[in-house]
């Protein structure tokens, strides 16, 4: 039994760690493409803001080479040295990619307000219709790459794959930005490129707290919430044998959830009987709930009055 728990854990992190790979492949190969088609654009066209864009895009394939290297660090077996394996390595990728999504709204934002306490608006160059049509394909290519990361990061619950999705919407953002930008300089406001600029900075801030928060919270014992809770304990109590719960703990651990449960049982009962009860409360929460990696139950005598 033991034996078929590893097989099953090992090939469902084999299952875990191919998904990623495959997103993050797709995710390096449209970036690369995005970035060297919104360079050419902004040189031909003489868009500065095109050419920020196209170094973001350039950064996000580095976030994903980070992905890659967490996913894959997270996905190795336990040793002697992390016997409960080496989920958290995730975390720490996610964490690495707040960062690179914080200090990108920074320099975003600083550059936005910048340019608007300077005050010389007549010094920036008016882009060509080229920047126009290289931001809206960027706009369209990003929100697609958001939507299928998200959908993948969700299928496997993947903290550092999810932070990669939200990447490629803040350059999606970034890319209104430069949309609104260009057409508004085009019209004769070239302000409002900076002006978008600071709401774009607003919003890749707030998703990079929210990266943060998430893989903290999976970093230091966070219980799960109370609807998770709540169904587990359904889970043990629905055993005829369990006279009620003392305790129940949980904690997430990476993307795995560990349980910690007491349960009552007949004072009168034999050990082994006692054993085989705890053994079925285990095997049910397992069953129930794929993403719990570990579970102890511990068994507390209860006098019965007979009847």
Same mark, same amino acid.
């Given at each position: 039994?033991?034996? #078929?728990?590893?097989?099953?854990?090992?090939?469902?992190?084999?299952?875990? !760690?191919?998904?990623?790979? &495959?997103?993050?492949?797709?995710?390096?190969?449209? #970036?690369?493409?995005?970035?060297?088609?919104?360079?050419?654009? *902004?040189?031909?066209?003489?868009?500065?803001?095109?050419?920020?864009?196209?170094?973001?895009?350039?950064?996000?394939?580095?976030?994903?080479?980070?992905?890659?290297? %967490?996913? /894959?660090? $997270?996905?190795?077996?336990?040793?002697?040295? &992390?016997?409960? *394996?080496?989920?958290?390595?995730?975390?720490?990728?996610?964490?690495?990619?707040?960062?690179?999504?914080?200090?990108?709204?920074?320099?975003?934002?600083?550059?936005?307000?910048?340019?608007?306490?300077? %005050? #010389?608006?007549?010094?920036?160059?008016? =882009? *060509?219709?080229?920047?126009?049509?290289?931001?809206?394909?960027?706009?369209?290519?990003?929100?697609?790459?958001?939507?299928?990361?998200?959908?993948?990061?969700?299928?496997?619950?993947?903290? $550092?794959?999810?932070?990669?999705?939200?990447?490629?919407?803040?350059?999606?953002?970034?890319?209104? %930005?430069?949309?609104?930008?260009?057409?508004?300089? /085009?019209? %004769?406001?070239?302000?409002?490129?900076?002006?978008?600029?600071?709401?774009?900075?607003?919003?890749?801030?707030?998703?990079?707290?929210?990266?943060?928060?998430?893989?903290?919270?999976?970093?230091?014992?966070?219980?799960?919430?109370?609807?998770?809770?709540? !169904?587990?304990?359904?889970?043990?109590? !629905?055993?005829?044998?369990?006279?009620?719960?003392?305790?129940? !703990?949980? /904690?997430?651990?990476?993307?795995?959830?560990?349980?910690?449960?007491?349960?009552?049982?007949?004072?009168?009962? =034999?050990? /082994?009987?006692?054993? #085989?009860?705890?053994?079925?409360?285990?095997?049910?929460? @397992?069953?129930?709930? =794929?993403?719990?990696?570990?579970?102890?139950?511990?068994?507390? =005598?209860?006098?019965? @009055?007979?009847?």
């Amino acid at each position: 039994m033991e034996e #078929n728990k590893v097989m099953k854990e090992k090939s469902s992190e084999e299952q875990f !760690q191919k998904v990623a790979n &495959h997103v993050s492949l797709v995710s390096i190969i449209g #970036n690369v493409a995005l970035s060297l088609m919104k360079l050419l654009a *902004g040189i031909v066209a003489h868009s500065n803001a095109m050419i920020s864009d196209a170094i973001h895009s350039a950064s996000d394939v580095f976030s994903t080479i980070i992905v890659i290297i %967490g996913i /894959r660090l $997270a996905s190795k077996e336990s040793d002697k040295e &992390h016997p409960y *394996g080496h989920e958290r390595l995730e975390c720490v990728a996610a964490i690495v990619l707040a960062m690179v999504l914080l200090i990108t709204g920074i320099g975003i934002g600083y550059t936005a307000l910048h340019n608007i306490l300077k %005050g #010389n608006y007549g010094e920036l160059s008016i =882009p *060509g219709i080229l920047a126009l049509v290289a931001a809206i394909v960027s706009i369209i290519s990003k929100e697609a790459m958001y939507w299928y990361t998200r959908f993948y990061a969700k299928k496997i619950d993947s903290s $550092a794959l999810m932070a990669d999705a939200w990447h490629h919407r803040s350059d999606a953002f970034s890319s209104v %930005g430069a949309l609104i930008g260009i057409a508004g300089a /085009r019209l %004769g406001f070239p302000i409002m490129d900076s002006i978008a600029s600071l709401v774009i900075f607003v919003f890749i801030v707030k998703a990079a707290y929210d990266i943060f928060k998430d893989a903290v919270d999976k970093m230091v014992d966070h219980s799960c919430d109370e609807q998770t809770e709540k !169904q587990i304990y359904e889970c043990v109590i !629905q055993n005829k044998d369990v006279l009620g719960v003392d305790l129940l !703990q949980t /904690r997430i651990f990476g993307n795995k959830i560990y349980v910690d449960v007491e349960i009552e049982v007949n004072a009168s009962y =034999p050990l /082994r009987e006692a054993h #085989n009860i705890a053994e079925c409360v285990h095997n049910d929460i @397992e069953k129930t709930f =794929p993403k719990v990696k570990h579970i102890m139950v511990h068994v507390n =005598p209860k006098e019965v @009055e007979e009847s």
